[in-house]
Every structure is written in C-alpha cells, then in structure tokens.
C-alpha cells in the first residue's frame, strides 16, 4: 500500500456521460498528480495541484478538470466522455516544492469507455 | 504529450540473465527516477538519481545519471521471474512545478 487511496478501481460507462475520479494523497503530502496511462500514450501528465491551488499543466482536455480541497483530497471530472477516453487515471502524491522530486502513486482508476 | 525516449520497449529474457535499458532525452534533466509498474498496479519507485555521473544500487538494480544529464540507464542482475513488469524511466528539468516527464516504457518478461 502506496498511501495513496484512490476511487473507483474500476468504472464502465457510456460516451457523453460524466464521471470523477477520487483520489487521497500520502499523509503529510501537499500536492497532487493526475496523470492518464493509455496503452498508446504511456503516461501522460494532466495537471498538479499543491495545497489547494493549481501549479501545473500538462495536457489536460478542457473536458476535463480537477480541484483539490481542503483536506488535500483531489478529483478528477471527465465530461462528455468520449471512446479515447478509455485509460488508466492515476493520481500521485509529494510533499510539493522545489525539492520534493519523487513522486508516489495510487493503484489507479481504470475508466473504460463504451 | 513530450516523452522520453526509451529502449528497448520490450525485453524477453530467461532467468538468471542480466537485463539493460536506457533513456534519453534531447533536454537536459535535474533528475533521473526509475520506476516499476506491475500489472494492474501503480508505478513504484525504484531508484532516483540527482546528480550527473551518479550511480546507485538497490539490491540487483543500478541505475546511472548519465554526464551529459541527457540520458540515464537501469540495470538487473540476475533477472529473476517477480522482476517482471513495465519498467519507466522519469525525468524531471527543474523549477518549482515539479512535473515529471515519463518514458515510454519498457516490458520486460522473464521465462523461469
């Protein structure tokens, strides 16, 4: 076990519905990680979060968004969903700052698409 | 989506072979981390790196920060069959975000 809890495991559902995934970072970790792992796009970054605000971007749909809350949770919603949406979500977590480089993952979310 | 450049991107060993994969970039990089992803699973941390030239071991994994801190290299002695799993190399330049670049990936299968 990682310390980083993420939900669903799994989740099935049809194009143009909406889901958000759910992730709890490390006890004592600031910031947040999504990234999205396609069989052909290997990990992909999507967005950070450290303690509540937005600090990176990477390729994140407008489609989708993330927040972090108050107790540091995070989650992913995913809207008009669409077949190549179809991935594995994960999230990981740090202390944040400069000098917190390693990252630790959750078991991930795996969205399937129909 | 920017990636590194890893190599082999599979690998099919017998046990008890040594196992070699790379990666590189065309960007200079802060930081190597070498992570383990087993089926259904996160990526886990195997090794991580800060400095140019650095080598470290973790039991029968070493991994080097290569000098020109454009590329990075892991190595498994003596594979064994629970060394099977997606290996990432990660790459990180700097600054305060923190993000983290990832590799392809390598799979790498051990027949016992």
């Known amino acids: 076990d990682s310390g980083v809890t993420q939900t669903p495991k799994h989740l099935i559902t049809a194009t143009g519905q909406r889901v958000t995934l759910r992730c709890s970072p490390r006890?004592?970790?600031?910031?947040v990680y999504w990234y999205q792992q396609s069989l052909d796009q290997g990990l992909q970054f999507l967005i950070q979060?450290?303690?509540?605000?937005?600090?990176a971007k990477g390729n994140i749909l407008e489609r989708f968004s993330a927040q972090q809350f108050p107790d540091l949770h995070s989650e992913l919603n995913l809207s008009s969903l669409e077949l190549g949406d179809s991935a594995l979500y994960f999230c990981?977590?740090?202390?944040?700052?400069?000098?917190?480089?390693?990252?630790?993952f959750g078991a991930g979310s795996r969205l399937t698409v129909l | 989506g920017q990636q590194l450049n890893q190599s082999p991107q599979s690998m099919f060993i017998q046990e008890g072979e040594d196992v070699s994969m790379n990666c590189t970039s065309s960007?200079?990089?802060?930081?190597w981390l070498w992570y383990k992803q087993d089926p259904g699973e996160g990526p886990v941390l195997l090794i991580a790196?800060?400095?140019?030239?650095e080598l470290t071991s973790n039991g029968r994994l070493t991994a080097q920060f290569g000098i020109t801190r454009k590329d990075s290299f892991l190595n498994i002695s003596a594979s064994i069959p629970s060394d099977v799993g997606i290996y990432f190399c990660a790459g990180r330049r700097g600054g305060a975000t923190n993000k983290l670049i990832f590799g392809t990936g390598t799979l790498l299968a051990v027949q016992p």
């Open positions: 006890s004592g970790d600031l910031s």
């Open positions: 990981a977590s740090n202390q944040g700052g400069d000098g917190a480089n390693v990252l630790t």
């Open positions: 960007s200079i990089f802060n930081t």
């Open positions: 979060y450290y303690n509540g605000e937005e600090r």
């Open positions: 790196l800060y400095k140019a030239g």
